[in-house]
């Protein structure tokens, strides 16, 4: 009898903690930064978050390029899913890397645009630089043929 009596009180108290603990986990907020800071004996407060400072024109324009850029990457990609290897998927992968080239290249343009509005003559160079490079790139170099000496364990005229 003391045995179900137990039984008994651990059921009833199971049933009045588990919709306690259920409202608890629905009221829990999600956890940030801020939230995060262990609270300290004697700190009432916790230290004010530092603000990042709002973008500039250059760095919004250089995120709309990125951003735009990978979306047409990934709407390439996600069309790649299931193809079976063939001319399709290569022409698809081609599309990728024009369109990977054609983000980096509006990226430099843009990023020598603004150099030129502050005078960085410096980033203006390196940005038209890698265009050029992009766009002609060096040819590789002509190895002169290499003469094929006949095996060492053949003698002229002679077997192995």
Same mark, same amino acid.
């Given at each position: 009898? +003391?045995? +179900?009596?137990?039984?008994?009180?651990?059921a #009833? !108290? %199971?049933?009045?903690?588990?919709p306690v603990v259920v409202?608890a986990?629905d009221e829990?907020r999600?956890v940030?930064?801020? !939230?995060s800071?262990?609270a300290?004996?004697g700190?009432?407060?916790a @230290?004010?978050?530092?603000e990042?400072?709002?973008?500039?024109?250059?760095?919004?324009?250089?995120?709309a390029?990125?951003d735009?850029? &990978?979306?047409q990457?990934?709407?390439?990609?996600? +069309?790649? &899913?299931?193809?079976?290897d063939?001319p399709?998927?290569? !022409?698809?992968?081609?599309?990728?890397?024009?369109?990977k080239q054609?983000?980096h %290249?509006? =990226? %430099?343009?843009?990023?020598?645009? =603004?150099?030129r509005?502050?005078?960085? #003559?410096?980033?203006?160079?390196? @940005?038209?630089r %890698?265009i &050029?490079?992009?766009?002609?790139?060096?040819?590789?170099?002509a190895?002169p043929?290499?003469?094929?000496?006949?095996?060492?364990?053949?003698q002229?005229?002679g077997?192995?």
């Amino acid at each position: 009898m +003391s045995r +179900s009596i137990v039984i008994l009180l651990l059921a #009833l !108290a %199971l049933l009045i903690l588990v919709p306690v603990v259920v409202r608890a986990a629905d009221e829990v907020r999600p956890v940030t930064k801020a !939230a995060s800071v262990v609270a300290r004996p004697g700190v009432t407060e916790a @230290a004010p978050r530092a603000e990042r400072p709002a973008r500039t024109p250059e760095e919004k324009a250089l995120r709309a390029v990125e951003d735009e850029g &990978q979306a047409q990457v990934e709407a390439l990609v996600k +069309s790649m &899913q299931g193809l079976q290897d063939g001319p399709v998927l290569r !022409a698809l992968q081609r599309k990728v890397e024009e369109v990977k080239q054609a983000q980096h %290249l509006e =990226f %430099l343009r843009v990023k020598a645009r =603004f150099a030129r509005e502050r005078g960085d #003559l410096a980033t203006i160079k390196e @940005a038209e630089r %890698l265009i &050029q490079a992009i766009l002609n790139p060096p040819k590789p170099v002509a190895t002169p043929a290499v003469r094929q000496t006949p095996d060492k364990n053949v003698q002229e005229g002679g077997r192995p």
